[in-house]
């Protein structure tokens, strides 16, 4: 009886920690997607938080200023003489309201006071910017109206998913077939062999890309989608061989028995019964091998190139992080739609994930 507090107390605690680091990772997702629909005037005026219930500056009325207005001299506003940089910043009237420029070049003030508000302006712009090629028109902080070509980031998410696709079958494929045989198959040097994949674990794959990409030169595969699944599929195979064989090998030996007496084969044996139970495992490397092939950046680099017509989605955002750098909504934008696959893979999959994690980690 006296154990009991001590469980529960230890079971809170976890769940704390847990729900913490759900929070930190929850914070900037909501961020990332907020800001993803946001305007790009708004986004370079406000966090994305504001469009929450916040207490700040509220426009109440607008003055506009002759046209002749000479910024250079003390502005005269209702009496009382201001500098341009105090009507930037925002300054305090004698009434208590704050003056701030709405726009400096049509010499319109704000007469702002303190209230409740929720910046609730929302587009699907920025998605079209980011995902078309076609050119669009936004409005900058000042009220000039310009002109953008989109990124065409569609062509990158199919070739991505091109990419990505084979790249987790291939590997996850092969390495069901080897596991079963490691596990439950007898043949020569086979302890041996398995060594020899448990060492490859820990050599870096920025090792092995030079003289594969010698050979990919000459056989002609360089630049090509082959290339690319050869190479993800290559360096995901001893990872994924060894967590299918820590499963497969602690399945109940008497299934295997009871299916050669009745005359099954080996293949017969591994498409009726090795598939079906494994199928948590299975789902669970396939989260791994997809998320690290949908986020890779430089295996693709080495082996598919940079052109325009074969790039993903991690060389088309670099691309965009550089001569984009200020474009905050085509970022955000891109990013999260950079999110969603992976994201629909996980959820999609979480079922089998804690069961394929846990599942050869204890007999019996």
Request: hydrophobic fraction near 45%; aromatic fraction near 12%.
């Amino acid at each position: 009886m006296r154990r009991r507090p001590k469980r529960k107390g230890s079971k809170t605690i976890v769940n704390i920690i847990l729900a913490f680091i759900c929070f930190i990772w929850l914070v900037p997702t909501i961020g990332l997607f907020v800001s993803s629909f946001r305007p790009a005037t708004e986004i370079l005026k406000t966090g994305w938080w504001s469009v929450f219930p916040h207490k700040e500056n509220v426009t109440k009325d607008q003055i506009q200023l002759p046209k002749d207005t000479d910024l250079r001299q003390p502005i005269e506003v209702n009496g009382t003489t201001y500098t341009d940089d105090e009507l930037r910043s925002g300054v305090k009237a004698p009434d208590g309201s704050v003056l701030i420029w709405e726009n400096r070049r049509g010499r319109t003030i704000n007469v702002q006071q303190s209230g409740w508000k929720m910046n609730t302006s929302f587009t699907t712009e920025n998605y079209k910017g980011v995902l078309t090629g076609k050119q669009y028109q936004i409005t900058d902080t000042d009220g000039s109206v310009k002109t953008k070509k989109g990124s065409g980031l569609s062509r990158a998410f199919l070739n991505t998913l091109t990419v990505s696709i084979p790249a987790t079958i291939i590997p996850i494929l092969i390495a069901t077939f080897a596991a079963y045989a490691f596990a439950w198959l007898r043949f020569p040097l086979r302890k041996t062999m398995f060594v020899i994949v448990i060492m490859l674990l820990v050599v870096p794959l920025q090792v092995a890309m030079i003289p594969v990409l010698k050979d990919y030169t000459a056989l002609g595969l360089n630049g090509t989608f082959l290339g690319v699944w050869i190479a993800h599929a290559g360096f995901g195979l001893p990872l994924a061989t060894y967590f299918m064989y820590s499963y497969i090998s602690q399945l109940p030996k008497d299934l295997f028995e009871s299916a050669f007496m009745d005359g099954a084969s080996n293949f017969t044996i591994f498409t009726r019964l090795i598939l079906p139970l494994a199928v948590p495992s299975i789902a669970s490397i396939s989260i791994f091998q997809f998320l690290w092939v949908w986020n890779d950046y430089l295996v693709s680099l080495v082996f598919i190139g940079n052109q325009p017509g074969v790039q993903v989605l991690s060389m088309k955002i670099a691309d965009m992080v550089g001569t984009r750098g200020n474009d905050w909504h085509l970022l955000t934008a891109a990013a999260f739609v950079s999110m969603l696959m992976p994201l629909a893979v996980f959820f999609g999959l979480q079922k089998y994930f804690v069961r394929g994690l846990l599942g050869g980690s204890v007999k019996g």
